[in-house]
């Protein structure tokens, strides 16, 4: 089969497109014939083995040391389950499904296995059956960036008639994040750049700022919940003021507070707020498998509309 192999961290181009064996299912495993994967932020960090000093030590325990421990890369993906193992339960052969792969990684490849069962660890893989009116690129940009929104959006308390800023509103988890809260009853304030403001209007905010024109210390605005959905990683003068910008009680969190561990009951919660039609993914661009080095690129560039989807199959 076809696999984007990486065999030692550094910039896109140490994804080779290469032919390597098909798996082969364990007992308690399924073959996906993938569809779709994404293309993310933390794929890139995997890739590049680049992050501050303090993560260093976790991202080489959970990814590898010298090289990724895993050669396939890839944490998202949508496409069909071809076979399963004889412990199988709660997939047949020809479901559809959509996943986060966890720390085995492996969607940038035409198969994987995956295990049936749930997560008892951070970065265990999840699995579930596709929402039902997505497209496999959707699925596929959808578990982790949808996941990731929900539970801070849901940690973060988001209540009815509360006024919520989203830092980062045109992002991966951002896009999610604006229609989740909005789903939530709450009155939603996005920030992105110029280019972005129309497309976080179209996804329900009610008001929009573009960080790159407006100064918010001149704002008389206060929020009951700020989600800085962009991370710790990237700073504006926007966010070095927004702590200011709460209600008395109000409270700031970033999508950078930790690492969740994320289960299939949030996975099958965001499948249902698809399915009923409250939120719809966001893709901005998509490539074919064999030019993923360049939708590393633009995932590097720290500015991509919503999600990047990697066609295959
Ligand atoms: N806690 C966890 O386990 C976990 C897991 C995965 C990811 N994350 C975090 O989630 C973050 C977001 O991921 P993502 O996939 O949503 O990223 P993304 O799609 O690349 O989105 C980045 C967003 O940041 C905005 N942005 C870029 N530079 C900015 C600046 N200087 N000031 C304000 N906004 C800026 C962009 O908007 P414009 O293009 O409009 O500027 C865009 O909306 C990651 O960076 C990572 O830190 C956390």
């Not at 994967?37 to 890139?44: E, I, N, P, R």
């Not at 750049?193 to 206060?222: Q, R």
């Not at 074919?288 to 999600?307: C, R, S, Y």
Request: aromatic content about 8%; charged content about 25%.
């Amino acid at each position: 089969m076809k696999a984007i192999v990486c065999t030692k961290y550094g910039p896109p181009e140490v994804l080779e497109l290469k032919e390597v064996e098909k798996p082969i299912p364990n007992d308690n495993e399924v073959l996906i014939k993938i569809h779709a994967a994404s293309a993310t932020v933390s794929d890139s960090i995997v890739r590049s083995g680049k992050v501050n000093f303090l993560l260093w030590l976790p991202l080489r325990i959970f990814v590898g040391f010298k090289r990724p421990r895993k050669s396939i890369l890839g944490l998202e993906l949508a496409g069909e389950v071809e076979q399963i193992g004889k412990n199988v339960r709660r997939f047949k052969i020809g479901d559809i499904v959509f996943a986060f792969t966890g720390k085995r990684f492996g969607a940038y490849a035409e198969y994987t296995c995956l295990p049936e069962d749930g997560v008892s660890m951070p970065g265990d893989c999840i699995l579930a059956l596709k929402p039902s009116n997505l497209t496999f690129e959707e699925a596929a940009a959808s578990p982790t960036r949808g996941t990731l929104a929900l539970h801070f959006l849901k940690n973060g308390n988001v209540q009815n008639g509360q006024k919520v800023l989203i830092y980062g509103a045109s992002g991966g988890v951002g896009t999610f994040a604006v229609q989740i809260a909005k789903h939530f009853g709450a009155r939603v304030t996005g920030v992105c750049s110029t280019s972005n403001l129309e497309l976080v209007k179209s996804l329900g905010a009610d008001e929009v700022i573009d960080y790159t024109k407006e100064d918010p210390s001149k704002s008389t605005e206060h929020y009951d919940l700020i989600f800085d959905a962009v991370g710790k990683r990237k700073s504006s003068k926007f966010k070095s003021q927004c702590k200011k910008a709460l209600t008395p009680n109000g409270k700031y969190i970033s999508v950078d507070d930790g690492t969740p561990k994320i289960g299939t009951e949030l996975l099958l919660l965001l499948k249902e707020l698809i399915e009923t039609g409250k939120i719809k993914p966001v893709i901005g661009k998509s490539f074919p498998l064999d030019q993923i080095v360049e939708a590393h690129k633009h995932v590097d560039t720290g500015h991509k509309k919503g999600n990047l989807t990697i066609t295959i199959n």
